[in-house]
Nanobody, 120 residues
Framework: QVQPVESGGGLVQAGGSLRRSCALS????????MGWYRQAPGKESELVAT???????NYADSVKGRFTISRDNAKNTVYLQMNSLKHEDTAVYYCNADVSLSRFNHRSLWGQGTQVTISS
């Protein structure tokens, strides 16, 4: 069974940095877009950043210039480097991956989510 496994996250002071990673385990035919989403308390889930298999990236306006998404296709792993963190970045962060398990079997997979807390 293919499953995204997240690591990183935790508690950091405002202005600090964190690095998250998400690795896909299991047998995959092809990995398409990978990305990160977050949900803050009392708010809806929002896109943070996405990265295509070709390396094209997309960021939420609120994180542009501070966060960087990257991926290692050979390892089926996506990373999120978060710098200059602000209190409003506090949220549960989820990894997402669009994968093809076979030529005609596509799935959107979600990681377990990890709390990121930024202290003022």
């Amino acid at each position: 069974q293919v499953q995204p496994v997240e690591s990183g996250g935790g508690l950091v002071q405002a202005g600090g940095s964190l690095r998250r990673s998400c690795a896909l385990s299991g047998r995959i035919f092809r990995t398409n877009d990978m990305g990160w989403y977050r949900q803050a308390p009392g708010k809806e889930s929002e896109l943070v950043a996405t990265c295509t298999s070709g390396g094209n990236t997309n960021y939420a306006d609120s994180v542009k210039g501070r966060f960087t998404i990257s991926r290692d296709n050979a390892k089926n792993t996506v990373y999120l480097q978060m710098n200059s963190l602000k209190h409003e970045d506090t949220a549960v962060y989820y990894c997402n991956a669009d994968v093809s398990l076979s030529r005609f079997n596509h799935r959107s997979l979600w990681g377990q989510g990890t709390q990121v807390t930024i202290s003022s």
